[in-house]
């Protein structure tokens, strides 16, 4: 069956310290891949996603993932958080072939302290 | 362009009542999936709606059903409501159901369903 795991559930990092939140995946083939992110009350916004071709991808608000296969990975990093990147953040897969049905996970929630 | 949009904004109900909720997808959208987000965990997809004919479901009992309309847009149809629908109601539209860029959904706010 298809999932996710996002190990960590919440994560408090210093503004301006940089951030790595994790993301694996269990999945019968090479799915696309996506990070959002949720702030309260609000819904998802698409941070970056990962179809194919180069491995380290970049998206909105100066964040990028890495797509490792070996390690069914798919991390999110920013070299330098800002406090308004607090929020939650969510990993999803999803198929390549016909349909395209989200997988999520848990989430992260990230705290940023001053 | 407007992005997804979904009414109402919260909802109260009281349990065995029946509720709508509705969504407009993104213009130029043909595809609508509806999730569920209950409180502290990750979307979970309900069903999926790709020119008016549903197109995949999760695990969700019959009572929760949907439409798509000619113009794309989607209501979820949930009956005799019990407790543990209470949860956030999620809408995304994507503009086809293969291919790498028809596979991006883009979310609305979201519903907030509460059953009492």
């Known amino acids: 069956a298809q999932s996710v795991t996002q190990p960590d559930i919440h994560i408090t990092v210093s503004e301006g310290a940089s951030l790595e939140l994790r993301c694996n995946y269990s999945?019968?083939?090479?799915?696309?891949l996506f990070w959002y992110v949720q702030s309260p009350g609000q819904g998802l916004q698409l941070l970056l996603k990962?179809?194919?071709?180069?491995?380290l991808v970049q998206g909105i608000k100066g964040f990028e993932a890495e797509f490792k296969r070996s390690q069914s990975s798919f991390n999110l990093r920013k070299p330098s958080v800002h406090w308004s990147d607090a929020a939650e953040y969510f990993c999803a897969v999803g198929p390549m072939e016909y349909g395209n049905k989200l997988v999520f996970g848990a989430g992260t929630i990230l705290r940023v302290k001053s | 362009e407007t992005g997804v949009t979904q009414s109402p904004t919260h909802l109260i109900k009281t349990r065995g009542q029946q509720v709508t909720l509705r969504c407009s997808s993104q213009s130029g959208h043909n595809t609508v999936s509806w999730y569920q987000q209950a409180l502290g965990q990750g979307p979970q997809f309900i069903f999926q709606?790709?020119?008016?004919?549903?197109?995949g479901r999760g695990n969700f009992p019959p009572r929760f059903s949907g439409l798509q309309f000619p113009n794309y847009s989607s209501e979820l149809n949930v009956n005799a409501l019990e407790l543990d629908d209470s949860a956030l109601y999620l809408c995304?539209?994507?503009?086809?159901?293969?291919?790498?860029?028809?596979?991006?959904?883009?979310f609305g706010a979201g519903t907030r369903l509460s059953v009492l």
């Open positions: 709606y790709y020119r008016e004919e549903e197109n």
């Open positions: 990962y179809f194919s071709g180069d491995t």
């Open positions: 995304a539209s994507s503009p086809g159901t293969s291919g790498s860029h028809k596979n991006i959904q883009y």
């Open positions: 999945y019968g083939a090479t799915p696309y």
